[in-house]
């Protein structure tokens, strides 16, 4: 707490593990807190600095969930020293641990699940006054989460923001956790979805990527809009300059979807379709839906509308039953769609999903090995993917200066690549045109023209 011009201002600090999901859950709790007080502390802010300190956990993973033990441990001390200190657990880990996080560290405050994010308010107000330990984990999919529309957002960056428009998954991809922990699938309404990008826009954000588990079912519940017409309606929106969402299972990308982007002013050419495998006989064991086949074709659809856009995919390695034969199809059909990027995982056992129990577990040195091979194999794609832009002009909107040299700035294409040039008189917003001089593996090296 500081006391600025005799009035008593008090600070949360938010650790965020995992996807953009929970990203944009902590602006919105971020929002929600500046009600009764909080102001929010930078990512770069000590914690020392903090009365309220949240971290919003992922549980896709055993790295993360570890990363976040190692985190609570480190609190202790915080929390000895400044006994004031309310320290509470949200985020996926939340919501699968529940109250026995607090029963490994009684230095926990709170524990607040992922349907339970809208009452965290009234659990931080009962915690300043009884300073005693609240979890609440209860999952109703009827209600929750926490689609309060009425809760203001508290961005973190200045041009792109990020607009859930569902949440929740209906999947149940064998090897995840994310439908037990998020819930089944609720969208919100085409119309607040419209009104937080207007919104947006109207503070400055030029760029607003819609976020789901799977953004193709949006709309699959309540039957206002379709995937296909909200992304319509948001390219719309006066003033906006670009429009990306993610994530797409490719069971369900529909012609529509393909053919708004295509005719879309706004709308980016990027899709991020993960596949998880290339091989029909894991596809099935991990209940994907969907076959090689079928995956092959729809990008080819892909193609065939939009020539030039970029597609990324996300591959996990060593899930239960993977054959040497399975990981050769793998490769060969990587060599045959050639993605722009990957993000690539090691298989995690999650206790409660099917995969968990299943036979075969692959041996972790057999996981680490192929996880080299595919890297080695997908860099190779993604540098020569990048190589064949060379001297093409691409529309960059910049960002500001790269991290390890000032003088050269950032920002990213249409296409979600990252690009590189020297700084002359550009400023964060603005869109410019940028050849392509050194294309490398991860960026695009370039001059202004
Ligand atoms: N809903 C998105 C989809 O279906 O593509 C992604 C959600 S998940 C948070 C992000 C990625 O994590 C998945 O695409 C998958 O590759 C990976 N993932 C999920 N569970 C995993 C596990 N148990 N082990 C390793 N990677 C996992
Ligand atoms: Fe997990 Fe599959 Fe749902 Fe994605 S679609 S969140 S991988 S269950």
């Not at 102001?39 to 993973?61: F, P, Q, Y």
């Not at 993917?385 to 960002?399: H, I, R, T, Y």
């Not at 000032?406 to 603005?430: C, M, Y």
Request: hydrophobic share 40%; with cysteine.
């Amino acid at each position: 707490m500081k006391i600025i011009d005799g009035k008593a201002h008090r600070y949360v600090k938010f650790l965020v593990y995992g996807c953009q999901m929970n990203v944009a859950d902590a602006e919105r709790m971020a929002g929600q807190l500046a009600d009764i007080g909080y102001e929010r502390l930078s990512d770069e802010a000590a914690m020392e600095e903090a009365d309220l300190l949240i971290i919003n956990t992922c549980a896709v993973r055993e790295t993360a969930e570890d990363k976040v033990y190692g985190k609570i441990g480190e609190i202790k001390g915080l929390k000895r020293n400044n006994p004031q200190l309310i320290f509470g657990i949200t985020g996926c880990m939340a919501q699968k641990e529940s109250d026995s996080l607090i029963k490994r560290a009684p230095h926990i405050d709170f524990v607040l699940g992922t349907g339970k994010v809208h009452e965290l308010n009234q659990v931080v107000q009962e915690i300043e006054q009884e300073h005693g330990h609240v979890v609440n984990t209860a999952l109703d999919d009827k209600t929750a989460p926490a689609i309060a529309e009425d809760s203001r957002v508290a961005r973190e960056g200045k041009l792109s923001a990020w607009i859930p428009i569902m949440y929740g998954c209906n999947n149940f991809c064998t090897y995840c956790i994310v439908p037990y922990v998020r819930g089944r699938e609720r969208s919100r309404r085409p119309e607040d979805v419209v009104k937080e990008v207007e919104q947006a826009v109207a503070q400055g954000y030029k760029e607003v990527t819609l976020l789901g588990q799977n953004v193709n079912s949006y709309g699959k519940d309540h039957k206002l809009a379709t995937f296909a017409e909200l992304l319509q309606m948001v390219d719309k929106v006066p003033g906006i300059k670009r429009v990306r969402f993610m994530t797409s299972h490719p069971k369900d990308l529909s012609d529509e979807v393909i053919e708004a982007i295509a005719t879309g002013e706004h709308l980016c050419e990027h899709i991020h379709l993960p596949v998880q495998y290339g091989s029909n006989h894991l596809l099935k064991a991990m209940n994907r839906v969907y076959t090689v086949e079928s995956y092959k074709d729809l990008v080819k659809k892909i193609r065939a509308k939009l020539p030039h856009a970029s597609l990324t995919t996300d591959l996990i390695v060593g899930f239960p039953g993977e054959t040497e034969e399975d990981f050769a199809q793998m490769l060969d059909f990587l060599k045959e769609i050639r993605y722009d990027s990957a993000y690539t995982f090691i298989y995690s056992k999650r206790s409660g999903t099917p995969a968990a129990t299943m036979d075969n577990q692959v041996d972790d040195a057999v996981k680490k090995e192929r996880l080299n091979a595919l890297m080695a194999v997908q860099n190779q794609i993604s540098l020569e993917k990048n190589q064949a832009l060379l001297d093409s002009v691409m529309e960059v909107m910049v960002e500001g200066p790269s991290k390890n040299d000032a003088s050269v700035w950032t920002g990213h294409t249409r296409t979600n690549k990252i690009v590189l040039f020297n700084h002359q008189d550009e400023q964060p917003g603005d869109f410019i045109q940028v050849k392509i001089t050194h294309p490398q593996t991860w960026v695009l090296k370039g001059i202004r023209v």
